[in-house]
């Protein structure tokens, strides 16, 4: 077992598919997945967020659920000060986010990494003043419509709790409308980039906001459709691609969210699930496999059920990993080209290092895949 850090009484202790038990881990995995805390290096940590659940700050029990382990394979949770909290209950959902901060603080216990969404740069310089100490218990803060004329407002109060010693990240959500719009779009994602490149060590993702992109049209995909089906969606989602996955300075992308679930009772999905792929779950899947295509790490989600499907996409397969080996392997200028081990396809040493080194970072975070095993034979 890896180091246990202690912080005022809490244990932050992670690792993914810890509602294994060590039989099915060394039975599934060639490689296990590897521990983190929140005070890990930042390139590991910025992949290690998975499914990040999405909970209202208002809703009770949040502490008592996190306690228990009812979600043993959640590693990331945001509590939502946003969208799903009403003008007139922002009140009461600081003091319960407050309340749920300090009951945590009194246990020992693995923790996800814990991220507050902020309605505005307003709230969140207020929301630091708020919580104080209770920030230790965060891994940072979710910054919405992020954008060049909030960028500095919000990276400024983020830059003053790190030097206040609070290990704190911003997760801002490209959602605005200046991004959407073509004739603005360019210009305002490289002025973005550039900002966040200026605090390039306390950004540990980029987070994507495609319900606010599709709603700017009055567009919603169906269960059995992804975003990537929705065209201007699509056009947008290419360019924010190719600005920020750029090797100079990569941020690591996010995935948006997924929003369909079944009305089933979380106790017995575990049972369907093995009798029948729902449409909600065989949508969610479609939309993963994109997500990866495309280089996303990591994908917000509104439901518990969601939390396994996410993980489990975001596993190694073997002959990933053995592809991955072989090219990082062969830097050395003597081969430029090589037929994989498993003889299906041709790895080429200079264009796929970076893919390469993506994968062997995501495989310890998640874990590599048994020959023979998908990652089907984890849910």
């Known amino acids: 077992m890896g180091q246990?850090?202690?912080?005022?009484?809490?244990?932050?202790?992670?690792?993914?598919?810890?509602?294994?038990?060590?039989?099915?881990?060394?039975?599934?995995?060639?490689?296990?997945?590897?521990?983190?805390?929140?005070?890990?290096d930042k390139e590991q940590l910025a992949y290690c967020l998975g499914a990040t659940l999405y909970m209202p700050a208002m809703k009770p029990m949040i502490a008592q659920?996190?306690?228990?382990?009812?979600?043993?394979?959640?590693?990331?949770?945001?509590?939502?000060?946003?969208?799903?909290?009403?003008?007139?209950?922002?009140?009461?959902?600081?003091?319960n986010l407050k309340h749920t901060l300090q009951q945590l603080q009194q246990v020992q216990v693995d923790l996800p990494l814990l991220f507050v969404r902020v309605r505005n740069?307003?709230?969140?310089?207020?929301?630091?003043e708020f919580l104080g100490p209770l920030q230790k218990l965060l891994t940072g803060y979710v910054?919405?419509?992020?954008?060049?004329?909030?960028?500095?407002?919000?990276?400024?109060?983020?830059?003053?709790?790190?030097?206040?010693?609070?290990?704190?990240?911003?997760?801002?959500?490209?959602?605005?409308?200046?991004?959407?719009?073509?004739?603005?779009?360019?210009?305002?994602?490289?002025?973005?980039?550039?900002?966040?490149?200026?605090?390039?060590?306390?950004?540990?993702?980029?987070?994507?906001?495609?319900?606010?992109?599709s709603g700017f049209y009055g567009?919603?995909?169906?269960?059995?459709?992804?975003?990537?089906?929705?065209?201007?969606?699509?056009?947008?989602?290419?360019?924010?691609?190719?600005?920020?996955?750029?090797?100079?300075?990569?941020?690591v992308l996010s995935a948006s969210v997924w929003e369909y679930f079944d009305s089933l009772q979380q106790d017995t999905l575990s049972t369907v699930a093995t009798k029948v792929r729902t449409q909600a779950v065989k949508g969610l899947i479609k939309e993963l496999e994109l997500d990866r295509l495309n280089g996303l790490i990591g994908k917000t989600v509104i439901h518990p059920t969601h939390i396994d499907v996410v993980n489990a996409m975001?596993?190694?397969?073997?002959?990933e990993y053995l592809d991955a080996?072989?090219?990082i392997n062969h830097q050395d200028g003597?081969?430029?080209?090589?037929?994989?081990?498993?003889?299906?396809?041709?790895?080429?040493?200079?264009?796929?290092?970076?893919?390469?080194?993506?994968?062997?970072?995501?495989?310890?975070?998640?874990?590599v895949l048994q020959p023979h095993v998908t990652y089907e034979d984890l849910l």
């Open 325 to 327: 080996v072989e090219i």
């Open 143 to 213: 910054f919405p419509k992020f954008s060049s004329a909030n960028a500095d407002y919000y990276l400024m109060i983020l830059q003053q709790q790190r030097m206040a010693g609070y290990n704190l990240y911003g997760l801002p959500i490209l959602e605005s409308r200046d991004i959407m719009l073509k004739e603005h779009r360019l210009q305002t994602l490289l002025e973005i980039r550039e900002k966040l490149i200026a605090h390039y060590d306390a950004i540990l993702n980029v987070r994507i906001g495609t319900t606010d992109f």
């Open 4 to 40: 246990l850090f202690l912080l005022e009484g809490v244990v932050l202790n992670m690792r993914f598919f810890k509602g294994l038990g060590e039989q099915q881990l060394t039975t599934k995995f060639y490689q296990l997945p590897t521990e983190f805390t929140k005070d890990s």
């Open 334 to 367: 003597e081969l430029g080209v090589k037929k994989s081990e498993y003889a299906n396809k041709m790895n080429e040493m200079k264009p796929h290092l970076q893919w390469a080194k993506k994968i062997i970072l995501q495989a310890h975070i998640y874990g």
């Open 314 to 319: 975001h596993t190694v397969t073997y002959e």
């Open 121 to 128: 740069p307003n709230q969140f310089e207020m929301l630091t």
């Open 219 to 251: 567009i919603r995909r169906k269960s059995n459709q992804s975003l990537y089906d929705i065209v201007v969606v699509r056009d947008c989602l290419v360019d924010i691609f190719n600005v920020f996955n750029r090797q100079d300075y990569p941020f």
């Open 65 to 95: 659920t996190l306690i228990s382990n009812k979600m043993p394979n959640a590693t990331s949770i945001i509590l939502d000060l946003e969208d799903s909290v009403g003008e007139l209950q922002i009140y009461e959902a600081l003091q």
